[in-house]
């Protein structure tokens, strides 16, 4: 073989090489943009939603309960009970509200919802009509333990996604926090942190979504933040207080024009899905439930006055 062609053999191998590299990157690490850096914003939470489960029936005018993805926003589409990779039709029966605490209930029950067939169901409750761009997002909750078991509170909007928490019921003492950019391409960050089996008591979590930054708190305790802007190897930069100039993007990062509903849900995990599901029925303990205190949402006063 020529020395010629060694030579394009390496080159191309060095290419496909960098190639990867900067696809790997490019999942943390997007464009450089304009960062007029500022200072914080410190002006003071107010509360814009809350619901403290008081009554005995859910208070359907701030919830629905299902994924409004039909042409009415009413229930009649394949996608508004069935969420992505879960073994799970949710139904209406296993929401409950009693004692001040909203019962989110799951069963082993085969059945179908548009002709897909899964194993078990489960329930949720989202928004009816409130939406919101930033803010501090909220629930006081006791999370269920057993296989399987996939509860989460979450936002959904437009392009952006953002987990409060997501848990595996087998590890009910491992969080999951991630952002979604579901454009094309989809960009994805995830986080985790092992702590103390938190199924047994309640516990409060919160992110606070600024313009520049994201931080996931529980009990008060901040356990994860991502930057909307980033080092160049990815790595998040503070939401405020940087010098002003020009700075690498995280391609993942929630965007601004995007407003998000607010979601609670317990569903069921397929096998191999987003936790270790059963390969068939299982049954938990009868009233095995995510169990709500309660869900707040507050806004800076900035972004309620403009000032």
Not at 146 to 167: C, K, N, Q, R, S
Not at 207 to 221: L, N
Not at 279 to 303: A, N
Request: charged content about 30%; proline content about 6%; overall charge neutral.
């Amino acid at each position: 073989m020529d020395r010629k062609l060694l030579l394009m053999i390496a080159l191309v191998g060095s290419q496909l090489a960098l190639g990867q590299t900067l696809s790997k990157r490019a999942k943390r690490v997007g464009p450089v943009q304009p960062d007029n850096g500022g200072s914080c914003d410190t002006t003071a939470w107010q509360l814009v939603f809350q619901d403290e489960f008081d009554g005995d029936q859910l208070d359907t005018e701030k919830w629905r309960t299902w994924f409004p993805y039909s042409d009415d926003g009413s229930d009649n589409c394949q996608g508004c009970r069935i969420m992505g990779t879960s073994n799970t039709i949710f139904r209406d029966d296993l929401v409950s509200v009693k004692d001040g605490t909203l019962r989110l209930g799951v069963r082993a029950n085969p059945n179908e919802w548009f002709g897909l067939k899964k194993e078990h169901e489960g329930s949720m409750v989202h928004t009816k009509h409130a939406r919101f761009t930033y803010g501090r997002f909220e629930v006081r909750c006791k999370i269920p333990s057993g296989a399987g078991l996939w509860p989460a509170f979450w936002g959904f909007g437009g392009e952006t996604e953002i987990d409060v928490f997501e848990f595996c019921g087998e590890q009910p003492g491992l969080f999951k926090g991630a952002l979604h950019r579901w454009g094309k391409p989809k960009f994805s960050t995830n986080g985790r942190k092992r702590m103390e089996d938190l199924s047994k008591d309640f516990h409060t979590y919160v992110v606070e979504w600024e313009p520049d930054g994201i931080s996931w708190f529980i009990d008060g305790e901040l356990v994860q933040y991502r930057g909307r802007f980033v080092d160049k190897r990815g790595r998040p930069l503070p939401a405020c207080d940087r010098p002003k100039g020009e700075n690498f993007t995280a391609p993942y990062f929630a965007r601004g024009e995007d407003g998000i509903s607010v979601i609670l849900d317990l569903a069921v995990s397929e096998p191999k899905g987003f936790c270790r599901g059963p390969k068939g029925p299982m049954t938990w303990p009868e009233g095995t439930s995510l169990d709500v205190d309660h869900v707040r949402v507050y806004q800076r006063r900035s972004q309620l006055t403009g000032r």
